[in-house]
Structure formats: structure tokens, C-alpha cells
């Protein structure tokens, strides 16, 4: 779909080149039924890309038979033949353990679909055959490899960067395993985008204009086919440092509910069609018990559901259901909505779970906005006014391609070869992670020691993201461990837990710290340092471990003070004051978090809070010992600036005091006052990952090529099709061509039967052998013939370009001789083109007419079924010589050169003839005229003798009736023409 102009106000997209060989990108909205695809290229700002069918959606399912792979509307189609090697809904089985009850759910939905225990990752496989086994990851790779190839038809080009989008309830679990299937399929992801936030930045880089410094809060319902998400967006302009005052959307709050869909309504209105028909009884058989029979109940159910949002009833129909007995039910929408009557009850939940989290009421939201096909249907609608209570519910956004084109904007915004407008986005951390710790304490009184575990907070409920967090352990001195493991999760219901998975992400055990502390035994330690960063795509990493150290530095090396300040000064000098590295993901400033005595209480009364400096002071009031090692750490750190800052500016002094070099050097010579520096030790990290395990880099690199062998293989079968579809093709084409008209006629008996007895033996051999010919075989046998056929198929297609190219060369030669016979024409004194010129136009035309005539009386001798003498690139050949020619003269006419222009006297006697000639010859030379007069004369500039005629063809003449009125004229035409120039100026 063509983007209406206006649209590019709101984002430019500026190509920068670069030496890459893809500019483009792409994104690809993942949901659990359909997928939406979007590029971004040079030239086109953002399109929705087509598949092979020209929809603008695909679904989400591979059919894996033996020796292929069919995808999208192919792999549904095969569903209704052989259900059980399609795949479909993988979201439900991503990053989630065999025993999940989602699985579980999976299973009993599709009973036919064998799936198996992977023992060392305890996730689910796909079971083909006895070698055939997949996990979901590699199906999703295969898809993403598909969305790939989709993109790079559309777009002309090969794209390796995209932009996925994932349900913003993803745990880190499920968000690695998306990224474990894009790496599966070689594509490099930008972000894994939550699709809540892709949706909201469709909706705000069209608005750019409404958003201002007033806070706007929008509410996002999304019902799709598997889940359902509400989502509280904020939009208001902000000002940044680089870019100035621009708009900015941030996730205020989120409610979902993984089963709530399109997908559950689908399922109730197939088992409502399969127990009326069993209720017919036309069979004995159960129609429950036949995979083929369900497939097909379960595509019609989902097109019955499509009608009934629009109408009040419609006939389900199905051919040959089972056993060859044809169905067909009226289902009215009444009973479509009974059926689903308990589902409508939940479309509640997620609007109130949002404004929990927001902490908002629906007061405080001004619009709610419908996302997801699932919303089509009256009945959602009808229960969400009723919850949000309002006039109406926006539908002012496509609701089934937002996500995909926000998706795209953000992947321009990322990508290196493109430029877009700003747009920032505060992105939630849905579930909260904390680390926790256990260490021993002495108890009071020589009770003796304890294990007590402490608990600190790392990212909050609703945290924004990206960031990064610094946890600070300062009572270890030797090797331990500490947990990160997800928040306090209360706000979940039951079943949303048991479908969570495992709550502990990690087991990080550090190496080194023993050695680090016998290491710097003689300097105060600041603790031990870990580094978390949780990046764009919502996913936590542990980046390092450091082991910190302070020390006094006594002042007394010269040379060291002299190299410290000449170095601070060339850093202030190109601009670089800071030493701290630079974090471009950082949203919130590095927060410091300190381990003490069982601050587990207030950490859990704590979690509401936001992640600033004023948590740590709060955390620290109940711990003496930490607190003062946290405050001389501050400390030390400004004593550094300070020093830095001193030395930055007696460098910049020093530069300046050439005169008084010697006391300068006095002072430098005297003792400096002790300083303190921080040294720092990497710690080794060995991570024990604990919800479900990640593919070894072995078990990557296989999957890979696994996933490229089979698209490899793919593409010689589409390949080996398409050369034995084109054979084939041209074998029936020619033979049907050999009875027509125009073939009869340029061709003998004898090439006829030739013809036809070579396309009989390729025919009979690609009837016996063809479908085990390779694709090089079925290629030789297509060149065979075309070989054969060349000169018949020539003498054809050259009688069909006569006509129109002889009546074009006789067209030009016309027009020709007309303009040469116009030009030839023309006075002496006129005349634009010099007699080589015409000489040579008129030699052009007379070869060409010669050429013509005698090659069309030799080809008219000429029997039809010989080869041409007449050729219709010979005719082309002419044609562009002639009118080259033509076209010379032509463009020369439309910019001709003035011409001095002698004297004419308009009286026809003699009396009159010599009396002008008299005068002529006292008229003064221009120059002498101009020398004389005190006014100024134009005397380059042409008088107008007609007003028809250009005035810069003419020269100006002295002398004669009517003189000064032509200099006046002509004067005045200068000035104004003088004062248009300086205008320009």
C-alpha cells in the first residue's frame, strides 16, 4: 500500500550510502496465528511486503513433509490433507519446559501433532519420523527464514536486519528463544520490540503533531488470535541532549491474558459444528476421531466466526466431510456468542490489571483504541464499553498492520543506513528481577553463626528499559555465589504461574576473588562490583564482575603530575573532561545497590519505588558498616574529579605563563597532597542458567545448518520445477504453433515434421524420465529445442514488426523532407543552418529512402518461407540515424545565435535608394556615438523593430526616423531587465 504524501512529514527517511551490500530492513510482527511483514528501502519509506499469494498477511505454520517444506497458505492447505506434519501456533511452545501446562494445552488441541522430550534442554520436539525431529526454535527459524525470503522478493534486494515483535508478556526465557531462532536462520535482530510498543509508535509518529508537554494517556486493547493485552501509553514531549524537545511514548501500565483469543472461539464453534454433526448420526464413525475431518471443521469455524461479526447468521458448509458425507448447519450469531459466553467475561481482566499497574482509574485515560482481529468481533466490543466506559472505542489505527509498520520505523531508526525523525520509547519490564544472596552473621551474645539470605531489588514492576544496574557486595572476601531470579509475582493468578515456568533465572558463581583480595591485601576494598544491563529487546545480561580497590597515592613523582596535567589538558582540549564509558542504552542514571544484613523486608516494601539514587539512601539507613564504605567511595570518587579538575586547569594556565616559566615549576616541584585512586580486578563468571536451558554454540551452529541445507534444498527443487514447468510448456506451446497460420507460412513441410518429430521424442522422454531428470538435463533438452526452432520462431516474430517499424521510418521520412524543404525555404538572411547541414540531412534522407525501397523489392522476391533480408533492427538503425539528424537541426532552431542584421530602407525608388545609401554612410560608428553622448546607449543590446520578434537577435542601428524612440525603448528595456537581474541577486 502507497503511503499518501502527507505521511512523509512525519518521518524522512534520508539514504545515507554506505559500503554495505543491504540497505534495506525489515520487521516482521510474530503473532501465534499471522505474521506481518514491513521494509524499509531507499525509495520506500514503509510497506506492508506481499506474499506469493499478494496477501498482506501470511500465516504462521510450515507443513515439514520428507523431501519439502510448504509455508504460509500452502502449509494451511496441507493442513486439511495431512494435519499432522503442519505446524501452526508455535508461540505457545517457546522457551517453555515439555511439562508446561501451555503444552499440555497444545497437545490436547492438536492430539495428531507428536511431540517428544529433548532430555538435555527438557523442552518439546517435533517427531516426523524415527530422524526427523525439530524444536520449536528451528520450525520458528524456518519461518523467519521465509519472512526473509518474502522481503527480499519485495524488495528487490538481500536484507539481514529486522526487527521482531514479541507479546509484551514474554519472560526472558521465551524472548531468548525468539533470538535463538533468528540466529538459527542467520538474520541479525535489531530489537525484539514488545508488539504493545510497536503499535504505540505506529499510532504517536502520526501524531506527531497533537503530542505535546501535556501528558496524554491512550489505552491499546489488543485482542489477537492467542492472547490479549491492554496497555496504558503516556505520550508527551520530552527535551534530550542531542536532539532537542521531542515526543516520547512511555508504558505506563500492562494487563494481559494468555488465553483470551480468537483462537479459543474457533475451537468452541469447531466442537459445536462436530457434535451437531455427529448428532446427525449419517455416519457411525466420529467425526471427533478424525484428524483430516477436525482440520477441516476448525478452517470452517474460523470462517464462520469472520461472517457472523457482520452478520446475524451464516450456513457452515463442508464438502465431503467424512466418509463423503457433505455437512452443512445454519449458526446464528446468538449461539455463536453462548458459545463463548465465559470468554467474553474475561475481556475485563487485562483493562483492569492495566490500570493497576498504571495506577491510574479510567478517568485519567482519554481514548481506548482497538488493536488485534479478535476486536472485530460485537461481542468484544459490546463487553470492553462496558468496562472502560466510554462513548466509543477508537478504531483509528489499522488494527491488523500497526505493530508491523511501528516495528519497521524502529528498524529504520536502528538501522545505519537510514535517518528518521526521533521518536523515544520508555519500554516496561513486565515482571520484576532481584538478586539474592546468603552469607553467615554472627548472632548476639556468642550465640555463634547463621546463614542469613538478603534480597536486593534490580529492576522494578513497569522498570523502564534499556538500563543498566550495578549490584555492590561488600562483605565477601573469597569465591561465592549469588541468584537472579524474577520478583515477587503475586500480581499473577495461578494458572499465569504455573504457565510462567521456573522463577529462578540464574546461579552466577564468581572465581577470583580470593586471589583479587590477596592481590591488593595492603589497599581499602569497595566491594564487588556486578554489572547488569537489560538491553533493548527486554533481555538481562550479566556484562561483568569487577572487584574494586582504593589506595592513597602519594605525590611525589614530578614527571607523573607533569603527564597527568598535559594529558588532562589536550582531553579538555578536544572535549574530553569525562573518563567514564559511554552508555547508549542507559535510560536512568548506573544505580548502586549495596548487599547488608537481611534488608529483605524493606527491599519487598520498596518495590513500588523508582529505581533513583534516593533507594539506595533509603536501603542503606540499617547498615553502619556499608554505608560508610559506600560514602568514602563517593567521596574518593569527587576527591578524583576535583584533582582532575585541578590539574586540567594548571595545564591550561601553565600554556599561558611563558614568562613566568620558572616559578611555575617551583611549585610543581613541592610536595602534592595525597590522593586516592581506584584500581579495579576482572572476576571470573561461570553462569548456571536455570529456568530453561540455551542451545550450546555447537547445538546453534547445527541447527543452522541444518535450516540452510534444507532452504538449499528447497531452492533446487523450486528451481528443478520451474525448468521442467518451462519444458514442458514449450513443448505443448510448439506443437500447437506448428498448426497456426503465421508458423505454416514461413516454414516447409519438411521443418514442420522435423520440428514435430523432435518435440515428440523430448515429449515421450520427458513422459518416461523427466521426473528423475536433474535440473542441468531438463535445461539441455529446453536449449535442444529452442535451437531447433530459432529461425522459425525469427521469420515469425520479424513479419510481425514490419508493419509497425516501415510505417515509422515512413512517418520520419516525411516529417524530414517537409523540414528540410521548410529550411531550404528560408531568406539568407534568416537562415538558422549552413548548407553542410542541409547538405547532410538531405543525403541522410535520400540513403534511407533508397535503402528502404530496395530492401522491401528485394524481400517481396524473396519466398516466406527463407530468412529476411528485411531486419527489423536494420529498420531500428535507420530510424535512430535519421533522427539524430533531425533532431540536431531541431535544437539548434530552439537556440539560435544573433546574426548582425544589414540595414534596410522600406522607400523603393531609386531617389530614396541612394539618398539612404547617402546617409548610411554618415552615420557615426556606435563607438564614436557613444564616446561623444553624455547618455549612456545599450549598444549591445537589439532594438524591437516588431514586437513579434526576439530582441536579442537584433543589433542596434544609429541613425534614421524613429532613432531616439528605438534607444528609449531600449534603454528602458535594459533598466528593467538590469533591475530584474539584481533581484535575482
Not at 458459545?339 to 479510567?362: H, I, R, T
Not at 539528424?885 to 548582425?900: G, I, S, T
Amino acid at each position: 500500500m502507497a503511503l499518501p504524501m502527507w505521511t512523509w512529514s512525519f518521518f524522512l527517511l534520508m539514504f545515507i550510502p554506505l559500503q554495505t551490500d543491504s540497505l534495506a530492513v525489515m520487521s516482521v510482527d510474530l503473532g501465534s496465528e499471522w505474521m506481518k511483514i514491513a521494509i524499509v528501502k531507499p525509495g520506500v519509506p514503509m510497506e506492508i511486503v506481499l506474499n506469493k499469494e499478494s496477501r498482506r498477511k501470511t500465516p504462521v505454520a510450515v507443513a515439514l513433509k520428507e523431501n519439502e517444506r510448504l509455508f504460509g497458505e500452502s502449509a494451511v492447505a496441507m493442513n486439511v490433507k495431512n494435519p499432522s506434519i503442519v505446524v501452526q501456533y508455535l508461540q505457545n511452545l517457546l522457551g517453555k519446559k515439555i511439562d508446561n501446562p501451555q503444552v499440555k494445552r497444545y497437545q490436547h488441541w492438536f492430539p495428531y501433532r507428536e511431540l517428544v522430550k529433548e532430555e538435555k534442554r527438557e523442552t518439546s520436539l517435533f517427531k516426523l519420523s524415527e530422524e526427523t525431529l525439530y524444536s520449536a526454535e528451528e520450525v520458528l527459524g524456518m519461518v523467519l527464514n521465509y519472512s526473509r525470503s518474502l522481503a527480499q522478493e519485495f524488495a528487490e534486494q538481500p536484507i539481514k536486519d529486522v526487527v521482531i515483535t514479541v507479546p509484551p508478556f514474554f519472560n526472558q526465557a521465551e524472548r531468548r528463544a525468539v533470538l535463538h531462532a533468528a540466529q538459527m536462520a542467520s538474520l541479525k535482530v535489531l530489537q525484539l520490540i514488545n508488539d504493545n510498543a510497536a503499535v504505540a509508535l505506529n499510532y504517536g509518529v502520526f501524531r506527531r503533531k497533537d503530542i505535546n508537554a501535556t501528558a496524554q494517556n491512550i489505552m491499546f486493547y489488543d485482542m489477537g488470535s492467542g492472547s490479549s493485552t491492554a496497555t496504558i501509553v503516556t505520550y508527551q514531549t520530552t527535551k534530550t541532549k542531542d536532539a532537542g524537545t521531542q515526543p516520547q511514548l512511555q508504558i505506563r501500565g500492562v494487563g494481559f491474558d494468555r488465553t483470551l483469543g480468537g483462537f479459543e472461539m474457533d475451537l468452541r464453534l469447531r466442537d459445536h459444528l462436530a457434535k451437531r454433526f455427529n448428532e446427525q448420526k449419517k455416519t457411525k464413525k466420529n467425526v471427533m476421531e478424525n484428524p483430516r475431518a477436525m482440520a477441516k471443521l476448525l478452517k470452517e469455524a474460523n470462517r464462520v466466526k469472520t461472517v457472523l461479526s457482520a452478520n446475524a447468521d451464516h450456513i457452515a458448509q463442508i464438502e465431503g466431510l467424512l466418509d463423503d458425507i457433505d455437512f452443512k448447519l445454519k449458526v446464528t450469531r446468538q449461539e455463536f456468542e453462548d458459545l463463548c459466553n465465559d470468554l467474553f467475561e474475561k475481556v475485563a481482566k487485562p483493562v483492569q490489571e492495566a490500570l493497576s499497574s498504571a495506577e491510574m482509574n479510567m478517568e485519567d485515560i482519554e481514548q481506548v483504541i482497538l488493536v488485534g482481529g479478535a476486536t472485530r468481533v460485537p461481542k468484544v466490543q459490546e463487553a470492553l464499553l462496558k468496562v472502560v466506559d466510554k462513548k466509543e472505542l477508537g478504531k483509528n489505527i489499522n488494527a491488523d498492520e500497526a505493530a508491523a509498520m511501528g516495528a519497521v520505523y524502529q528498524a529504520a531508526a536502528l538501522s545505519k543506513a537510514f535517518r528518521v525523525k526521533p521518536f523515544i520509547i520508555r519500554d516496561a519490564a513486565m515482571y520484576p528481577i532481584q538478586v539474592e544472596f546468603s552469607r553467615e552473621v554472627e548472632e548476639e551474645e556468642g550465640a555463634g553463626k547463621s546463614i542469613k539470605h538478603n534480597k536486593r531489588i534490580l529492576f522494578h514492576r513497569m522498570a523502564p528499559y534499556p538500563q543498566r544496574k550495578v549490584i555492590t557486595f561488600n562483605r565477601y572476601t573469597d569465591d561465592f555465589e549469588f541468584y537472579v531470579n524474577y520478583g515477587d509475582l503475586n500480581f499473577l493468578s495461578q494458572d499465569d504461574l504455573r504457565v510462567f515456568g521456573s522463577q529462578n533465572l540464574t546461579t552466577v558463581k564468581l572465581k577470583g576473588v580470593g586471589e583479587s583480595f590477596k592481590k591488593h591485601a595492603d589497599e581499602e576494598s569497595k566491594g564487588i562490583k556486578a554489572h547488569f544491563n537489560m538491553d533493548e529487546s527486554g533481555v538481562l545480561y550479566l556484562d561483568r564482575v569487577e572487584s574494586v580497590f582504593e589506595t592513597i597515592v602519594e605525590g611525589k613523582a614530578e614527571e607523573e603530575s607533569t603527564l597527568t596535567k598535559l594529558g588532562n589538558t589536550i582531553s579538555s582540549l578536544f572535549g574530553g573532561r569525562s573518563t567514564e564509558p559511554e552508555k547508549d542504552n542507559v535510560t536512568d542514571s548506573v544505580q548502586e545497590e549495596e548487599e547488608g544484613p537481611n534488608e529483605a523486608e524493606k527491599e519487598d516494601s520498596k518495590e513500588k519505588e523508582s529505581s533513583k539514587p534516593e533507594e539506595a539512601n533509603e536501603e542503606k539507613k540499617g547498615e553502619g558498616k556499608s554505608e560508610e564504605s559506600q560514602t568514602e567511595g563517593e567521596k574518593s570518587e569527587k576527591t578524583e574529579k576535583a584533582d582532575s579538575q585541578d590539574a586540567g586547569k594548571g595545564g591550561e594556565d601553565g600554556k599561558g605563563q611563558e614568562g613566568t616559566s620558572k616559578p611555575a615549576k617551583d611549585e610543581e616541584k613541592e610536595p602534592k597532597p595525597a590522593r586516592k585512586m581506584k584500581k579495579s580486578d576482572d572476576i571470573g563468571v561461570e553462569l548456571n542458567i536455570n529456568d530453561v536451558l540455551d542451545p550450546s554454540d555447537e547445538e546453534l551452529y547445527a541447527s543452522q545448518k541444518k535450516l540452510q541445507d534444507l532452504a538449499d534444498r528447497d531452492h533446487e527443487r523450486n528451481e528443478r520445477e520451474k525448468a521442467a514447468n518451462t519444458l514442458e510448456t514449450f513443448i505443448f506451446e510448439t506443437k500447437d504453433k506448428l498448426y497456426q497460420e503465421e508458423y505454416q507460412l514461413v516454414s516447409t513441410e519438411q521443418e514442420r515434421e522435423e520440428i514435430s518429430e523432435k518435440l515428440g521424442q523430448v515429449s515421450d522422454w520427458y513422459d518416461e524420465d523427466g521426473y528423475a531428470a536433474s535440473t542441468k538435463d531438463l535445461k539441455e533438452k529446453l536449449s535442444e529445442l529452442k535451437k531447433l526452432c530459432k529461425n522459425l520462431f525469427f521469420k515469425v516474430e520479424e513479419r510481425k514488426k514490419w508493419p509497425d517499424r516501415l510505417a515509422a521510418l515512413d512517418s520520419l521520412l516525411n516529417h524530414s523532407t517537409f523540414f528540410l524543404r521548410g529550411a531550404r525555404m528560408l531568406p539568407e538572411d534568416d537562415q538558422l543552418f549552413t548548407e553542410i547541414e542541409l547538405t547532410t540531412l538531405e543525403k541522410v534522407i535520400n540513403e534511407t529512402t533508397t535503402w528502404k525501397n530496395e530492401t522491401v523489392t528485394q524481400q517481396n522476391k524473396l519466398s516466406p518461407t527463407e530468412m529476411p533480408i528485411l531486419l527489423s533492427k536494420d529498420i531500428e538503425l535507420k530510424l535512430g540515424l535519421l533522427d539524430r539528424e533531425v533532431k540536431y537541426l531541431l535544437n539548434k532552431a530552439k537556440f539560435p545565435k544573433p546574426k548582425p542584421k544589414k540595414e534596410k530602407n522600406t522607400t523603393k525608388s531609386e531617389s530614396d535608394k541612394n539618398g539612404a545609401t547617402e546617409d548610411a554612410e554618415k552615420v557615426i560608428p556606435p563607438q564614436e556615438k557613444q564616446d561623444d553622448s553624455d547618455e549612456v546607449k545599450p549598444a549591445k543590446e537589439p532594438p524591437t523593430v516588431d514586437k513579434t520578434e526576439d530582441t536579442a537577435s537584433e543589433t542596434l542601428e544609429l541613425g534614421g526616423p524613429g532613432k531616439e524612440t528605438s534607444e528609449k525603448k531600449i534603454e528602458g528595456e535594459t533598466q528593467s531587465k538590469t533591475d530584474y537581474k539584481n533581484d535575482e541577486l
